[in-house]
Each structure stands twice: as structure tokens, then as C-alpha cells.
């Protein structure tokens, strides 16, 4: 008879089975005999957090810059309300994540015993599927399948919940099935007759645009990799949005910058007055497309996806292939390589013109910024970031407001796999926990959160986790007293009134440094900013840098509410510019 | 037009919304049936009418049947989001106007009354396959099958007749044919 297994020891069984070595958790009443069995295996190392949402935030930071899913372990009740907000940006964000949370014993439930919640209940709106596990025999079933549904399709969180009895009781342990149960789920099954006619409009298209989203990241490197060569076949101009950073590299010359609310100006204006545009692994979010009636209102659209309800929901598409990123674009190189005589010559000077006025579009220098010698521009100062640090190999996560759209402007990444922001929930408090997460996967790398005073206050509580683990993280923060982006709206559409966006009594970021026994530095002047960032770069451990940035800076260029691509609002430059000449703020 | 403050679009032009019957089969499973409503709930769709009840104990399959109202585009996620749900086998959409598809709804009516009361209602039926269910000297339960509409009529129509309480059904739906749903 084969050994029967408490709950808890088939919980470890199946993580090592899954080949998880990191798990981020915080201990609690019903998680106790779960972690009474860590000790037993060490192959799996847990990281504790200080608060549920940054194991959360630190299970997607690894899970983003590894590929591989970040587990979480926390308690009932509370433990798992407060990974919650994690657990809905790893929906928003498709980044594939295992919660384990304990629960009281069966015979409790029902009755709002100690520390007990509906977390399935809760949790089914901001996970792609949630168990919870009566019956001991189910156990390693359903921790194999929670695995399966999050790394597979469009990625997403899952949530196991596990009452406390059963953590006890006693089963057979049974391995992972080897054969997929797709239950009609497969979303991989595009054709040849697709790519042909994408193919065939690729040749006839005089002004198309790439646009390629987090879905290339999330298909892997091989999908950057197929991307590259895609572009590079095509000759065509590529934008990216929030999330797609780095699929294709961002000091490329056929790269057009990031697109939408505060992408550039002829990555905006391409998507307007384009004739074919091809979606690849993006989802026609509400920041991307603006006023939905004037979105690229010329252009024949194409959507490559994994998910088929991403389809035709926002912007009805021409051509919808359903498939996995790699796949499709391999399929897609494949088909023009063999085809190459005819297509690469004819394409390639018929987009020229298309060029020539991109070439325009790119003089406007819409990510231009007036600098000054007294006070660090935020821009600025992430510029000087990026130029110290592109060598490294370097990890970014950040918090969300201006600093992270300045981030995305102003910091080029290369490399798929190395940008991590929160962009659909937009979760201020995400990146200081997500730089946790991927130091723990990458410990010899130079990870950096680029954070706001106001984000980072949110969850400054991990910096204890990083310390603890000694782990190098460092925390710019773009320091300017604002919610800054509450502050930009509010001066740009609710005439100036500040309400509540001015945080009156920051704490002094060198002490809290020195409380939680890591090093603070703090930059003024734009004078010392070099020397203070290598002095981070420099230091091994944890470092939080206060870069004391101008507080007025807006974040520009923009899209204001409700207009389309070709009406967005510039730099101060070009403001200045237009006032002179009376014509307004806005640009068409 | 007033200038916006919205940092979100404002919605512009609306499509017709029409009534579709989405067939669903899910596993037969706790929570099952919150996750479906929650789907509708959550993203805003609207429900009409919903029915469910197991159709096959060996393989532990419900049938759930969902009216409900939207332009394509939202019927169409609907059937997307639907079919993405993990206990979701296959779902099937029509629109209510399709003659393909049978369409039904059961009512309970009590009807408190005389005796010839009882009988106009029993004659108003007539056309809904009327059954008595329960009769007493002042009393007796009807029972009907019919469209939602025709429910909704006869519902008002009793009620100057005597009719105390009326209980229905949501609606289910089968092919005509010998063909089944795809």
C-alpha cells in the first residue's frame, strides 16, 4: 500500500513536483501545518513578507522576470483579503500566480469562526479559477490543475483555499497528469489561411504599424526573439505598449516609442494614420486607444492573441488570428522568407514615404523636457538612471503615477522580461515588493524600483524583507511631494485645485533608511546626481535614493480625455510655441 | 459639449440591444453557478431569466439557461468570457426570434376563488396546455408552459379572476430537429 501523506506534506510534494524553489508567504493560525512542513524540504525556500500584498507583488515581480509562476502562502480572513489587490494585478496584468491560503477546519466554515472569510467567494472575480478543497483526496489533483490553468492560455492567478483539517488529513499522493485536459480550451488553433492573408496584407499595406503588447512577453523569449525578426523582415515601424517594453528593443531605429495616454507623438500619430495595423499581444486598452470612434479610424486592423475574448471587445479587428505569440510569428517569418522575392522588394520602398513621415512626426522631440541646472527634472534624472545603469543588465520595476510614465518614456529596455509595472490595475505600492520578487529570481542582478514618495509609502514595509534577505534592491524615488499624477490632473482639468494630492508630512527617507538598517541617499541638485546614482549602484545591499525632483513637472506628451491619437497635447516646448502663435494648447 | 474631466472616454455611439438564450454546461460543481452569475454581474450584463438543474449524473453535468439582452458585440464576449470559465464545457447562443429553437417557461398559478371564477381562468389558459395541480372547493393550482411574453399576459389577465400567487420558471430552451446545440 502506498504511503498515505498528510495534506500539508502533499502540498510540498506537488510544489517540488512543479519545480517551485521560492514561495512568499506570512504566517498565520490556518497556514500552520503547512508551515510546519517547510522545514522538511529544502529545496523550496520561503521568503516572508511583512504584509500579504507584498508576497503578492513580490510572487509577480519573480513570476514577470523568470517566466515561471510565483507562489504565495498566507493565511485565512485577513492573510488572504489582503493579497486581494495582488491577486486582482496579477488578473489585470495576466502574470501567472498560485495562492495557497489556509482556511478554518471544514466543520468551522459557515459559521464566521476566527479569522474566517469567504476567500473563494472573494476571490472568484480576481482569479481565472479558485478551489476550495473539502476533501483531502482532491488535494494533489487540484494543486496540479491550479498550476496547469495559471501558466497556461492567457496567464493569470489562481487560489487554492485549504481548510486546516484537511492540511492534517491523511491521502495518497498522486503525480501530475502528463496529458493535457484542454476541456476545449486550446487556444492555438489558427490556420495557414490566416497568416497567408495576413501575409498578403502586409505586401499591399503603404503605412502599417506594429503595435505589440505584454502577450509577447508573456509567450517568452522565443516571441521577442520571432518579433525582432518579424519586424526586421517587414521593414515596418513598431510602437509598444506600457507592458510590451522590451520585446523589442527601445533604442532601435524602427521603434517608435510607447503609444497612448503619454506615448510619443509619432508613435500616436502612426497609429492614427495608419493603414494596417497589426496588434500583436495587446489588448485595446482604454489608455491606448483613446476616443474609441476616431481610432485609427483608416486602417485595416489585425489581432493576433491568445485569448479570444480580447477580441473584437474594445475594436472590431479584420483579421483575428488566435493563437500563442511564438507560434504565430514564427509561422508568419516562415511564410515571407519563403516568399521573400516578390514582398521584400516591392514593401520595403513602398513604406519609404510612410517613413519620411514618421521622420516628421519624430522632429516634434515629444518626450523633450526644459531642463534646469538648479532642480533635478524628474525626466531627467531617469535619463541619467538609464545612461548609468543600460550596461548592467538591469531589472526595473516601478510603483504607478508620472514616475513610471517617465520610466516608460525615458528608460529603453532591450530585453524582454525586464520591465515590471503594474498597467492594468495600476497599484500604487506595486514595485518596491515586485523588486523583492525578482531579486529573489535574478540575485546577481542590479534591480531597481523607480518609484513616487507617494507610491512607495504604500507597502515601504518590505524594505524590512529586503533587508532581512539581504537583497540589493534599490529604491529611486522620484521624490516631488505630489501624487503627481492626481496633481497633473487636477492642474490641467479641475482648474488647480490640489485637493488632498500635497502629502504634508513625508517622513525623512535617510532616517527610514537608517530604522530599516538599510543605506539612504539623497540627491538635491542635478549637480551631485551622477555621483549619488553610481554611489547606489556601487553599494551592495538595499539602498533608498531620495531624488528630490522639481514638483511642478508635468508628464508630457498626453492624450487629454475623450480625444483621439492626432490630438494630443505636447511638452512645454511646443506649448510655448503655440501660445505665441495663439493656436492653443491642443495639436491636431 | 461641456469639456470632460473624465480621465476615460465617454461612451458614444450604442448599438440595439437584442434578447439572446445562451445554453450553457458546466461541471456540476459548489460554485459553479456563482461563478457564471458573477461573470454577468460583474461586467455588467444583464440577466432576464436563469434555469439550471443537473441533466447527467454520470458524467455530473448542469444545464444552465440564461436570457438575456445585449448588442452583438456584448453577446459575443459573453459567449467568450463564458467559455473561458474552467468548468465551462460548451456554450451555445441564439436569439430569441430564432425559429429554430424551442423556447419555454413554466408558471404555477394559484387562483383563489368561486368555482366559475376557477373556470374562466382554467379557459384562459386553454392555449398553454393548462394542468390542475391541486383543486379545492375555493382553490386550484394551474399550471402552464408558454413563452415569457405570454406568461406576462396571463399574469395580468387572471389577476381581476382571482389569481393570489404566481410562481415561474426561468426559461429553457432545446432545437428542433434532430439536430442538438454545436
Known sequence: MPKLLTGAEIVFKCLEDQKVEHIFGYPGGAVLPIYDELKNHPSIKHILVRHEQGAGHAAEGYARSSGKPGVVLVTSGPGATNVVTALTDAYMDSVPLVCISGQVPTHLIGTDAFQECDTTGITRPCTKHNWLVKDINDLSKVMHEAFRVATTGRPGPVLIDIPKDVQFAKAKYKKPNKEKKLNGKSHNKFSQDQIDELVKLLSKAKKPIIYSGGGVINSGPKASQALREFVELTGFPITSTLQGLGAYPGDDNQFLGMLGMHGTYEANNAMHDCDLLINIGARFDDRITGKIDEFSPNSTKVHIDIDPSSINKIIKVDLAIVGDVTNVISKINKTISKRKNGHSKSNKSSIAKWWEQIGKWREKDSLNFVNSDESIKPQHAVQRLYELTKNKDTYVTTEVGQHQMWAAQHYKFNKPNRWMTSGGLGTMGYGLPAAVGVQIAHPEKLVIDIAGEASVLMTMQEMSTAVQYNLPIKIFILNNQYMGMVRQWQELLHEKNYSESYSEALPDFMKMAEAYGCKGIKADSPAELDDKIREMIDYDGPVIFDCHVDPNENCFPMIPSGKPHNQMILGPNDQEENKIKGKGKALV | ?182
Open chain 2, 1 to 182: 459639449m461641456p469639456k470632460s474631466k473624465s480621465a476615460y472616454s465617454i461612451p458614444t455611439k450604442k448599438q440595439k440591444p437584442d434578447t439572446y438564450i445562451f445554453v450553457v454546461w458546466v461541471d456540476n460543481e459548489a460554485g459553479v453557478l456563482a461563478r457564471v452569475v458573477g461573470l454577468f454581474s460583474g461586467r455588467g450584463y444583464n440577466i432576464e431569466s436563469l434555469a439550471v438543474a443537473e441533466v447527467d449524473a454520470v458524467k455530473n453535468i448542469s444545464r444552465i439557461t440564461i436570457v438575456t439582452t445585449g448588442t452583438p458585440q456584448v453577446i459575443d464576449q459573453i459567449r467568450l468570457q463564458l467559455t473561458k470559465l474552467v468548468p465551462v464545457h460548451k456554450v451555445a447562443e441564439f436569439k430569441r426570434e430564432d425559429k429554430g429553437v424551442i423556447f419555454k417557461e413554466m408558471a404555477l398559478f394559484k387562483v383563489v376563488g368561486k368555482r366559475n371564477k376557477i373556470e374562466k381562468c382554467l379557459n384562459a389558459c386553454k392555449k398553454f396546455n393548462p394542468v390542475i395541480l391541486d383543486e379545492t372547493k375555493t382553490s386550484a393550482v394551474i399550471q402552464i408552459t408558454a413563452l415569457r411574453r405570454e406568461i406576462d399576459k396571463m399574469n395580468k389577465k387572471l389577476k381581476p379572476l382571482g389569481l393570489i400567487s404566481t410562481s415561474r420558471t426561468g426559461a429553457v430552451a432545446m432545437t428542433r430537429g434532430a439536430k442538438i446545440f454545436n
